[in-house]
Nanobody, 116 residues
Framework: QVQLVESGGGLVQPGGSLRLSCVAS????????MRWYRQAPGNQREVVALITSGGGTNYADSVKGRFTISRDNAKNTVYLQMKILKPEDTAVYYC??????????WGQGTQVTVSS
């Protein structure tokens, strides 16, 4: 059974940090491109960061220099290290997995709230 499970969300003050994790099962994790998306209330889901099977990364302009995506293929896990968090980073964060032209696989999401 294919499953992506996110964790690590929570409430943090502006300027703080969080690390999100997404554990995959039921797929050959190492060959998948992994992405982190977020969706704030009233907004469309937007891609935040991606990491290729070879470890290449790309980031949305809004998070460059603050967020870092990484993966541990031995643990079937992708991470999103978030630093210098801002209120506008508040959203539900989702991880996804996609390989080639296959359907994108989604986790259930984890809430990140940045507020004082």
């Amino acid at each position: 059974q294919v499953q992506l499970v996110e964790s690590g969300g929570g409430l943090v003050q502006p300027g703080g940090s969080l690390r999100l994790s997404c554990v995959a099962s039921g797929i050959i994790f190492r060959i998948y491109v992994m992405r982190w998306y977020r969706q704030a209330p009233g907004n469309q889901r937007e891609v935040v960061a991606l990491i290729t099977s070879g470890g290449g990364t790309n980031y949305a302009d809004s998070v460059k220099g603050r967020f870092t995506i990484s993966r541990d293929n031995a643990k079937n896990t992708v991470y999103l290290q978030m630093k210098i968090l801002k209120p506008e980073d508040t959203a539900v964060y989702y991880c996804s997995a996609r390989q080639g032209a296959s359907d994108e696989l989604w986790g259930q999401g984890t809430q990140v709230t940045v507020s004082s």
